[in-house]
């Protein structure tokens, strides 16, 4: 079905900043909402930020407000995710999601997950 690959995660010292990318490919719908949530072991997975269609609606987890830009890029499928002002508490593996139709900021129901992406902060 749907293929989410993720890139651009490492390794940058606090205050830093990184952009992740997520591909989508496969058979993807006409239209379709994308998002980023995050975990760390031992910890449930928290939402992050999440993007409408059009790129007209967004929103963002009050931790990260302020420090995160989401968009996208619909000719190539892609939705991004900047990351500035790094702080140690954002390490964490980095997930995209897709879902044709609502990003729930629990993560149920959506449709298609990345791999993750490993992001670590160092202090």
């Known amino acids: 079905q749907v293929q989410l690959v993720e890139s651009g995660g490492g390794l940058v010292q606090a205050g830093g900043s990184l952009k992740l990318s997520c591909a989508a490919s496969g058979r993807t719908f006409s239209s379709y909402a994308m998002g980023w949530f995050r975990q760390t072991p031992g910890k449930e997975r928290e939402f992050v930020a999440k993007?409408?269609?059009?790129?007209?609606?967004?929103y963002y987890a009050d931790s990260v407000k302020g420090r995160f830009t989401i968009s996208r890029d619909n000719a190539k499928s892609t939705v991004y995710l900047q990351l500035n002002s790094l702080k140690p508490e954002d390490t964490a593996v980095y997930y995209c999601?897709?879902?044709?139709?609502?990003?729930?900021?629990?993560?149920?129901?959506?449709?298609?997950w990345g791999q993750g992406i490993q992001v670590t902060v160092s202090s």
């Open positions: 993007i409408s269609w059009s790129g007209g609606i967004t």
């Open positions: 999601a897709l879902d044709s139709r609502y990003i729930a900021t629990t993560g149920v129901g959506v449709d298609y």
